[in-house]
């Protein structure tokens, strides 16, 4: 087996690319807060009376999220509340993931955007450089309690604009392979491990396929994110350059060896096709696939729950490809925590940004959402042997595995027309799957149509 070269001098060296989905949060959105609601953290009327200025102090958070990731998020911040700022009023906003971009267009162009903003690296792009976030570069150099070594510097770089830092980490959302031990265990083959190979990868998948109709066991499920992971299967170049404006297909040996990889196991019915979302077997947890690449988190404690205790799984990195002398790069959304600029007290928002991202209760949380990203709590025994499960024990998967892939991540773009160019590469590469387009003629789909949304882009901003 080829081995990644990794260097690591313990877990908080490791160096990362490395966020959540709004339209693309498919694999954290099941159950969302469907409408906004909104909730009020008080101190009682004897506490705030002592405090005549903080009873009259109010601070806004806006976020999306689901019941699970929601669940006792509050109730963290409210000690915090309780001890920092006595009386001080918070207020929340919540939504569905899918609605999150359009809800801060809504906030920015209102003038009603909560003080505290929920952010991620892949709905950024229409709002940054464009004076909707504080930048807190002044607060953190003043902080002799914050430095930003605290996080990878892959991950607080993404933070980092024209307009300054723009917020703190809190987790990340990037890829792994979780693999069903059972089905390994009747083929009577090893588990991989996270030194293996791509061709080990493409051998298992054939080999691991057997059946037919409704009883078919498939080599691996990829769901309908497949076309995120391949623009970048290969680290640079990407299918499309977004800091230049350029799109990147043609010419570009590395993503047309990934869609040429990915389309063979479509064709040769290794997994079934759900690239378009419009259908889904149910994916990984129905127990008909030996391996997934999946979205993983800090706990999998969705994964656990689905599939209890049907049968055993766990979680390896991506394979490595000996061709182009890397382990497969996974598209990577990076959570964390904005201050708006329209905030009337950006002091008090900063503590409140730091405590998210800094506090070892408020990443606890985190957990399900992503993978924490702040160094010395991902080092922590507290972290590494939590595992949340069905029963009170869990199962104990790999944590250290979306660690060490923090090093193989690329950003990814959602928002704005980048939505229109991810949602064509789905069709097209659905279409050559299918034998619509021949390999030269899906590539050359993908430059034309991805040039021209990139140039009306251009045109609309007087680019």
Do not use: H
């Amino acid at each position: 087996m080829k081995k990644s070269i990794i260097l690591v001098c313990g877990i908080g060296m490791i160096m990362a690319a490395a966020g959540c989905t709004a339209g693309q949060r498919g694999q954290e959105t099941a159950g969302q807060v469907n409408s906004e609601q909104q909730t009020s953290v008080e101190k009682s009327e004897e506490q705030g009376a002592s405090d005549k200025e903080g009873s009259s102090r109010k601070l806004t958070l806006g976020r999306w999220g689901n019941e699970s990731q929601l669940a006792g998020f509050e109730q963290s911040i409210q000690g915090w509340v309780d001890e920092k700022y006595p009386g001080t009023k918070m207020e929340y906003s919540y939504c569905d993931g899918n609605e999150y971009p359009t809800k801060l267009q809504v906030w920015f162009s209102s003038g009603t955007s909560p003080d505290v903003i929920r952010n991620t690296t892949d709905i950024m792009y229409p709002f940054k450089n464009k004076g909707m976030f504080y930048d807190i570069t002044e607060f953190v150099e003043n902080d002799p309690e914050v430095s930003l070594d605290m996080w990878p510097e892959g991950i607080i770089n993404l933070w980092k604009t024209e307009e300054g830092l723009i917020g703190l980490p809190v987790c990340q959302v990037s890829y792994c392979i979780v693999y069903n031990k059972d089905i390994f265990d009747k083929a009577g083959l090893p588990y991989p491990e996270d030194d293996w190979t791509e061709a080990e990868f493409l051998e298992l998948c054939e080999k691991l396929t057997s059946g037919e109709g409704v009883d078919k066991t498939y080599g691996v499920w990829l769901g309908g994110w497949v076309t995120e992971y391949m623009r970048s299967l290969y680290g640079e170049p990407l299918l499309y350059d977004t800091d230049n404006l350029k799109m990147q297909a043609e010419g570009n040996e590395k993503f047309r060896d990934a869609m040429e990889m990915f389309a063979s196991l479509y064709k040769n019915g290794y997994t079934s096709n759900e690239i378009n979302q419009t259908q889904t077997s149910g994916g990984f947890v129905t127990g008909q696939y030996a391996m997934a690449v999946m979205q993983v988190t800090g706990t999998m404690n969705d994964l656990q729950t689905s599939i209890g205790d049907r049968f055993d799984w766990d979680i390896v990195q991506l394979p490595y490809s000996e061709t182009y002398q890397t382990t497969w790069n996974s598209n990577v959304r990076i959570n964390g925590y904005s201050i708006s600029s329209q905030c009337k007290n950006p002091e008090m928002a900063y503590e409140l940004v730091k405590y998210l991202a800094t506090n070892e209760s408020a990443l606890g949380a985190e957990a399900s959402a992503g993978v924490p990203v702040l160094n010395s709590f991902v080092e922590s025994e507290g972290y590494l042997n939590d595992y949340y499960g069905y029963d009170a024990n869990g199962v104990q998967f790999n944590k250290m595995a979306p660690l060490v892939m923090e090093q193989f991540v690329q950003p990814y773009e959602f928002a704005g027309f980048w939505s229109e160019i991810n949602d064509n590469i789905k069709v097209v590469f659905d279409s050559y799957v299918n034998g619509v387009y021949s390999l030269d003629q899906a590539i050359e789909e993908l430059q034309n149509t991805g040039e021209n949304a990139i140039n009306n882009y251009k045109v609309e901003n007087g680019l």
